[in-house]
């Protein structure tokens, strides 16, 4: 019989879900949870101290993702609130009843559209190679008709593959400059890191648990002007954009992950490619049937997906 008694040795290959607290982000949350803090948008001695460690957290957040000021930064719950406000909350008002996703989008993105869909908005859906790769030709078709926003990922949360999203964005902008334009950047920061200006998109989506920070928090970058209506109204925190009682425990937990993530991206990305590598390497070793999906692609370091035949 087998022994029940000792549970077997477990190895966590789960990351693209979610990953462990950095030890900074450990630090600063057990830090800032001992401090005497009130509500954020209280007007006491506790608030203010809270709507310090808010405010600071949220100029830190803007440098680290090239951001032109802190106002453009606007903390949420995580990542799906954050592609929820930029989907729905740019083209809720806006004349332009048309929006465009890529077919490989986060599934935060693809039920946005859907809902925008329900409500009469139409909604083109842009192919990808069979690499995974954005169809640049499905793209300029798609753009065909005056859009609201078009949402492209930096990178797939399930393959990989990274998109050439500047040069998206730049293919966006000739065909139509009113275009607002929005990624979701969750996947690739940890390695990638993210400058909103050198890319040149309106809208970016973050979440601090992808990346060695909490769950339950992310942030959405706004490029000054852009049009976007709120979702959760109430006590108009966050510029009026995301009502609610702020997270300052983990909003400074996800800054200081953030902070620590980028010190390591490039000894990370190099490190752990190699593992990657040798690691498929290893799977074509025990079957020359395995196939690894977009081997040709460029792909996040972190990421292997491969199919089994027959299972």
Known sequence: MMDTTTAPSEMYLDHAATTSLRPDAVHRMDEISMASLGNASGQHAA?????????????????????????????????????????????????????????????????SAAVLKR???????????????????????????????????????ETGVVQPIRSLVEQIRRRDADVVVHTDAAQSFVSEGLDVGSIGVDLASLSAHKFGGPTGVGL????????????????????????????????????????????????????????????????????????ITSADETRLPHFSHFQIPSV
């Open 47 to 111: 608030a203010r101290r809270a709507k310090n460690a808010l405010e600071e957290a949220r100029e830190r957040a803007a440098v680290l993702i090239g951001a032109g000021s802190p106002h453009d930064i606007v903390f949420t719950s995580g990542g799906t609130e954050s592609d929820n406000l930029a989907v729905i909350g740019a083209t809720t008002r806006n004349e332009r009843r048309r929006v465009i996703v890529s077919a490989v989008e986060h599934k935060a993105v693809l039920e």
């Open 220 to 291: 959405l970058y706004v490029a000054p002007g852009t049009p976007i209506e709120p979702l959760v109204v109430g006590g108009g925190q966050e510029a009026g954009l995301r009502s609610g009682t702020s997270n300052v425990v983990g909003i400074v937990g996800m800054v200081a992950a953030m902070e620590e993530a980028v010190a390591s991206s490039s000894e990370f990305s190099r490190r752990i490619e190699v593992e990657r590598n040798d690691f498929e390497t290893e799977l074509r070793h025990g079957s020359q049937d395995i196939a």
């Open 119 to 157: 409500g009469g908005v139409d909604v083109g859906v842009v192919a990808v190679a069979g690499g995974g790769m954005i169809d640049v030709t499905a793209l300029e078709t798609c753009l065909g008709s005056p859009t609201s926003l078009a949402s492209i990922q930096t990178a797939n949360n």
